[in-house]
Nanobody
């Protein structure tokens, strides 16, 4: 059974940092592209970062480029999102995503709140 469990969210002041984790089970993260999305109240869900199957290519939304870093630990079967220089507009629920066997697989999300 495919499962994605996010953790690491919380309340942080503007300019601070957080590191989110996405622990996967039921599949091997190194065999799939993995992404982080976020959804703020009243806004569409937005992909903020993606790491390729090989891990050699990463892509970021313009709004987070240079501040967020996606990475993967194959031994722990976990994907991370390091978020630095956080801004109030980064406040959202952050979700881990993978397309597994033609099906969208989402975690439950973790709340990130950035105070000004």
């Amino acid at each position: 059974q495919v499962q994605l469990v996010e953790s690491g969210g919380g309340l942080v002041q503007a300019g601070g940092s957080l590191k989110l984790s996405c622990a996967a089970s039921g599949f091997t993260v190194s065999n799939y592209a993995m992404s982080w999305y976020r959804q703020a109240p009243g806004k569409e869900r937005e992909r903020v970062a993606r790491i390729s199957v090989t891990g050699g290519t990463t892509n970021y939304a313009d709004s987070v480029k240079g501040r967020f870093t996606i990475s993967r630990d194959n031994a722990k079967n976990t994907v991370y999102l390091q978020m630095d220089s956080l801004k109030p507009e980064d406040t959202a629920v952050y979700l881990c995503y993978a397309l597994i066997g033609g099906f969208d697989s989402w975690g439950q999300g973790t709340q990130v709140t950035v105070s000004s």
